[in-house]
């Protein structure tokens, strides 16, 4: 099985920044795309940003120009960079993965436990 590990979480100030990782372990033959979801009290959990095994990211509207996606393959970790956080920002943040266990199975979708951001105005 693949556990994703969530860290960097925390309570800041709007305006400031926070950096989130997620590192990927156990049995993993390869990881294609990469993600990170958030949500927040009363409402769906929404997808903030997603990144393929090439590098190539996708963004939430709402997060555009602010938050910046990343990941080392060789690391199994991705990372989410945030910057000029708002209020609305805050949210408990999932990391998401495709991978699979041996070169020839199927894919599997996982998620992470969750890691809490909270920005104060």
């Known amino acids: 099985q693949v556990q994703l590990v969530e860290s960097g979480g925390g309570l800041v100030q709007a305006g400031t920044s926070l950096r989130l990782s997620c590192a990927a372990s156990?049995?993993?033959?390869?990881?294609?795309?990469m993600g990170w979801y958030r949500q927040a009290p009363g409402k769906q959990r929404e997808l903030v940003a997603t990144i393929s095994s090439g590098g190539s990211t996708y963004y939430a509207d709402s997060v555009k120009g602010r938050f910046t996606i990343s990941r080392d393959n060789a690391k199994n970790t991705v990372y989410l960079q945030m910057n000029s956080l708002k209020p609305e920002d805050s949210a408990a943040y999932y990391c998401?993965?495709?991978?699979?266990?041996?070169?020839?199975?199927?894919?599997?979708?996982?998620w992470g436990q969750g890691t809490q951001v909270t920005v104060s105005s």
């Open positions: 156990g049995i993993i033959a390869s990881i294609s795309d």
């Open positions: 998401n993965a495709d991978a699979r266990t041996t070169p020839w199975g199927r894919w599997r979708n996982y």
